[in-house]
């Protein structure tokens, strides 16, 4: 694995509800969403093999994060990832709602 100079961008692509995170131009990972009203349920994440171990995925669920609350959006987290994320972060435990049986019925409906 070669190291990488560039400093990683996280931005949101709305048409694929992710956040992708890019590393020298290619997407490096994601973290996949769904807006429900005033929640943003994040599903999944995940950081592609040649860029693992360089602490992507936190930056980009960070960065993912303070744009939902940005937003004056709340955040579900489904995705373990995020979940085990939040449990090491507890300033964002003021916009963060739990993941309910309605909640993963919903998304279930949104994503097949």
Avoid: N
Wanted: include cysteine; aromatic fraction near 6%.
């Amino acid at each position: 694995m070669t190291g990488s100079s560039s400093t990683p961008l996280v931005r949101r692509v709305d048409t694929e509800h992710v956040y992708e995170i890019v590393v020298d131009g290619e997407r490096a990972g994601l973290t996949a969403y769904r807006d429900r009203g005033g929640q943003r349920v994040f599903r999944h994440t995940e950081i592609d093999d040649a860029h693992s171990g360089r602490g992507l995925a936190s930056h980009l669920v960070r960065r993912a994060l303070a744009d939902t609350r940005d937003a004056g959006l709340r955040v579900v987290p489904v995705c373990p990832y995020v979940a085990q994320w939040l449990k090491r972060h507890a300033e964002f435990g003021d916009v963060t709602d739990p993941v309910t049986p309605d909640v993963l019925r919903w998304l279930e409906t949104q994503t097949g």
